[in-house]
């Protein structure tokens, strides 16, 4: 089974500077990476996804993830942090369900962004 | 523009209540998904659905049961409500059940058993 960790529950920064939000995957074959945003009290907003094409995958509201084979890693940035970007980031895999007939998202457990003025 | 529509959006059970989370959606997606979201945890897969009629366990099945009836609609029922089932619960659609094919949320239902 795939796997998902994402280093830090919370991370802080300043406005205007650089946004690193870390995700290593565990998998045996070339994976699926997502990235969602949760907002409070709002479901999870699709940022990126990684599908094998380009490396470097641009998404949403400035966010872009590098896909790193050798380290098994995809983590997001953003170069310039705004104060609504304060949030709650997932970092997912896509799996064949066990047994079944669809591909269910593994979730890692998530990094708090908090934005200083 | 509605997507994926989850009702109630809060709800408080007594323990050995019963309910059903409703969700809906107009995208005229096939599959749809309930996750459950436990606090500093990512989400688990309950069940799922890949068509009308069709519904399959997830990774944490017990102590739920659904119906796929429609397309549109995907109910997820708690029988014999338990302080374990506090949690938040998401709905999810997709086009197909495939890794290219994104998943659509609802905004979530919030369910504390007491």
């Known amino acids: 089974a795939q796997s998902v960790t994402q280093l830090g529950s919370h991370v802080s920064v300043s406005e205007g500077a650089l946004v690193l939000l870390r995700c290593n995957y565990s998998s045996s074959v070339p994976p699926y990476l997502f990235w969602y945003v949760q907002y409070p009290n709002q479901g999870l907003q699709l940022l990126l996804k990684?599908?094998?094409?380009?490396?470097l995958v641009k998404g949403i509201n400035g966010f872009e993830a590098e896909f790193k084979k050798s380290e098994t890693s995809f983590h997001l940035t953003k170069p310039s942090a705004h104060m609504s970007d304060a949030a709650e980031y997932f970092c997912?895999?896509?799996?064949?369900?066990?047994?079944?007939?669809?591909?269910?998202?593994?979730f890692g457990k998530g990094t708090h962004l908090i934005i200083q003025p | 523009n509605a997507g994926v529509t989850q009702t109630p959006k809060f709800r408080i059970l007594k323990i050995g209540q019963s309910m059903t989370l409703q969700c809906t959606q107009d995208m005229n997606h096939n599959y749809m998904y309930w996750y459950r979201q436990d606090p500093g945890m990512g989400l688990k897969l309950i069940y799922y659905s890949v068509g009308a009629g069709i519904t399959d366990k997830g990774e944490v099945p017990n102590g739920y049961n659904v119906s796929r009836s429609t397309t549109e609609d995907f109910p997820l029922r708690l029988e014999l409500a338990a302080p374990s089932q506090t949690s938040v619960y998401f709905c999810?659609?997709?086009?197909?059940?495939?890794?290219?094919?994104?998943?659509?949320f609802g905004d979530g239902t919030r369910l504390s058993i007491l």
């Open positions: 999810a659609s997709s086009l197909q059940g495939d890794s290219n094919q994104p998943q659509h």
């Open positions: 997912a895999v896509s799996d064949r369900i066990s047994g079944g007939g669809a591909d269910g998202l593994t």
């Open positions: 990684y599908t094998s094409a380009a490396t």
